[in-house]
């Protein structure tokens, strides 16, 4: 099923390169010939009102003439992009409890057939809001790594397949089909130490199923030597100018890789490229 319609979330200060990235997603799902819905949040914080005497009145009316507020910016970044990328778009926002962000995000998402998330690297507000995506929203996600906005393309020409064998990654790659199809490259990689008759077989067997959706890809077994996956994976992919991973989320239980990491809170807290991530 083609990609037609994605979802941005918009949360957080308007820095230049979180701006960069929301053209970019822009530009992506303009390639994709999707539409687009970008939906801004703020928190809704009591402000106690402030006194304002006679003769502080004009510079009151100075301060409210500034530059519009951190979602305003967002939200003209938005629809400066979509109007240079001639998408259909859409935009809304809102005021929310701040322990409500992430689940009103992640319902929204639901409606769409992919949640493009810009990433700031190690942001703990934006790894919980992708978490909540991933265990809430029933929608894959494509990550943008914020700190290599000037380097993504919004063509996926090199794809790299993250396998694991997992069911989840099964799911990810039934979610990203539309995009490998559309791949000139499709590499499938594996992380062992220990190329075993079972991951080739696993690899090819992949391959072999893709074949059939028309994507012609091909298998690699990569040894990590002692270097954690996501880092074998991460540098696999810039050493092979690979535009986007697709990959499965949280192999192990959820828990575990909070208390001791893993793969998928690695690369969520800093993507190496465009990741295509599905639970």
């Given amino acids: 099923m083609p990609i037609k319609d994605v979802f941005l979330p918009l949360v957080g200060q308007p820095h230049e390169p979180t701006l960069a990235a929301i053209e970019t997603c822009v530009a992506l799902a303009a390639d994709l010939g999707a539409r687009i819905t970008a939906l ?53 926002s809102a005021k929310v409890p701040v322990d409500q962000i992430a689940s009103i995000l ?18 703990s507000r934006t790894e919980h809001i992708i978490e909540t995506f991933l265990f809430e929203s029933g929608r894959p996600l494509l990550l943008c790594p914020e700190q290599h906005v000037d380097k993504l393309r919004p063509e996926f020409e090199n794809v790299m397949i993250a396998w694991d064998h997992s069911a989840r990654a099964a799911r990810a790659v039934g979610d990203a089909l539309p995009i490998l199809q559309a791949a000139t ?26 074949r059939e959706h028309g994507i012609y890809a091909s298998f690699e077994a990569v040894k990590g030597s002692g270097s954690s996956i996501s880092k074998v994976l991460g540098s696999w992919a810039n050493s092979h100018a690979i535009d986007a991973i697709v990959m499965g989320a949280y192999h192990h239980s959820r828990l575990n890789e909070i208390v001791w990491g893993g793969v998928t809170k690695t690369v969520i807290g800093q993507p190496p490229c465009w990741v295509m991530i599905s639970h």
Wanted: proline share 5%; no cysteine; glycine share 4%.
């Fill in 40 to 92: 801004a949040l703020e928190e809704d914080v009591f402000v106690r009102p402030k006194v304002i005497l006679p003769d502080d009145q004009d510079s009151a009316e100075a301060s409210g003439s500034r530059e519009p507020g951190d979602v305003q910016q967002l939200l003209n970044a938005f629809t400066r992009a979509a109007s240079r990328a001639n998408i259909r778009a859409q935009s809304r």
């Fill in 106 to 123: 992640a319902e929204h998402a639901r409606f769409s057939d992919l949640a493009l998330v810009p990433v700031k690297p190690h942001d």
């Fill in 185 to 210: 490259s499709v590499r499938v990689v594996t992380v062992a130490d220990d190329k075993t008759d079972a991951i080739t077989q696993s690899g090819l067997s992949l391959v072999h199923h893709l």
